[in-house]
């Protein structure tokens, strides 16, 4: 499989990105996957692809099983910074990229993931359905019990935005249990989809007491999108209450 599928050329209609460009392309491909990962975690997402781009044009050495594992790693990854961007199309070309890789050198560790982003494609489409299907592969797949506390928490969030509420408190239950054994991970995201079910069901004080409880985590983690967010939430519940 050829890995050349991202040109240079991307880059010849901008100074600036030239310029970024020149400095990057010196690197090797071990600090180039570095200062790639540096960025992405710091949510610098041009930089971040430019470095990911450089590495996936390496030639690929035959039979290299390593360059083929990193390159399922960078397409996962720079889905995920194409999806953030909103270009939805490339994030779904790279996660097929990469789950061909994965069953062509049998890379079963990755394939839970990939399965995983492409089902939150669908969600943003609200194709719940379809999300459910990839999301149930990514669990079913899946040897990382840390993992599975996503993979859950995505199934109930796809059935509570398709209004299957049982089914969604099911999954987030089951969720919250294998959160609290792995130091309470994504924690404040499964605790807003149960508010959110009760907030459905019209248990307003249910609802109150799980978006308190997903604010207080999100302000231990410090996360402060989450924590302008769940406040709205609170907001338009106390609204809701006293118009009810």
Do not use: W
Not at 51 to 66: A, G, S, T, V
């Amino acid at each position: 499989m050829s890995c050349a599928i991202l040109s240079q050329k991307a880059f010849s209609n901008s100074s600036p990105k030239d310029d970024v460009f020149k400095n990057f392309i010196k690197l090797s491909s071990r600090q180039l996957l570095d200062t790639a990962n540096y960025f992405f975690n710091r949510n610098s997402f041009d930089t971040a692809i430019i470095c990911y781009r450089l590495f996936i044009n390496i030639p690929e050495k035959e039979n290299d099983i390593n360059h083929q594992k990193q390159l399922v790693r960078v397409f996962n990854r720079t889905s995920i910074l194409y999806s953030r961007m909103g270009d939805y199309t490339t994030a779904y070309e790279l996660l097929i990229k990469a789950l061909l890789i994965c069953e062509t050198i049998n890379y079963d560790e990755m394939e839970p993931k990939i399965y995983n982003n492409i089902g939150n494609i669908y969600s943003r489409f609200n194709e719940y359905d379809i999300a459910k299907l990839y999301y149930a592969k990514a669990l079913e797949l899946s040897q990382d019990s840390i993992e599975t506390i996503s993979f859950l928490n995505n199934l109930g969030a796809a059935d509570l935005s398709s209004d299957r509420l049982d089914s969604a408190l099911l999954f987030l239950d089951k969720s919250l249990y294998i959160s609290k054994l792995y130091d309470n991970h994504v924690l404040y995201s499964i605790l807003n989809n149960i508010a959110l079910i009760y907030k459905s069901k019209k248990e307003y004080d249910s609802a109150y007491h799980y978006f308190h409880l997903s604010l207080e985590d999100a302000k231990t983690k410090n996360d402060i999108e989450k924590i302008a967010d769940y406040l709205s939430d609170l907001a338009k519940l106390f609204f809701l209450k006293q118009i009810s």
